[in-house]
């Protein structure tokens, strides 16, 4: 993983409630999992990769998780010990409303514009241009 590089959307990017290095941290996550499908780092490497204190990264994580950019899912073991964590980016830039697209006229545009030809060329340009200075 010598060779990578991360993406941030614009409305993360420009929004000043977000800390610059929880902009980066979300970065990572989003590079991540699309990488691996989720993304199972844990503290001490968003730390290496941050050059910031693993207390810090639990903060950011929160800070993430409070602006509901992404989830965090913690994965426990038959002795209730944190086994992995997942996170994942939480996608609510673009989404679908669900509705089909729908045509507002009955007459295809092409069909259209063939009829208004007709109209038009059946009136005195002269008068049109009156119409239009006047």
């Keep these: ?7 941030i959307p614009a409305n993360i990017l420009i ?4 800390p610059n290095t929880a902009k980066i941290l979300y ?12 993304c199972t780092l844990s503290n001490t490497q968003f730390s290496e990769y941050l050059n910031v204190t ?3 990264v639990s903060a950011l994580i929160s800070k993430l998780e409070k ?9 426990y073991n038959d002795k209730k010990q944190i086994v992995k964590r997942e996170l994942k980016i939480i ?6 409303t669900g509705t089909p697209y729908t045509r507002k006229h009955e007459i295809p545009i092409q069909e259209n514009t063939k009829d208004k030809n007709k109209y038009y060329k059946n009136i005195d340009r002269e008068s049109v241009k009156k119409i239009i200075i006047t």
């Design 54 to 56: 693993t207390t810090q």
């Design 15 to 18: 929004d000043k409630q977000i």
């Design 27 to 38: 970065g990572v996550i989003s590079n991540q999992q699309s990488m691996n499908g989720v």
């Design 1 to 7: 993983m010598s060779n990578w590089y991360i993406t």
């Design 67 to 75: 602006s509901n950019l992404i989830s965090r899912k913690i994965i």
């Design 91 to 96: 996608d609510r830039v673009l989404k679908k």
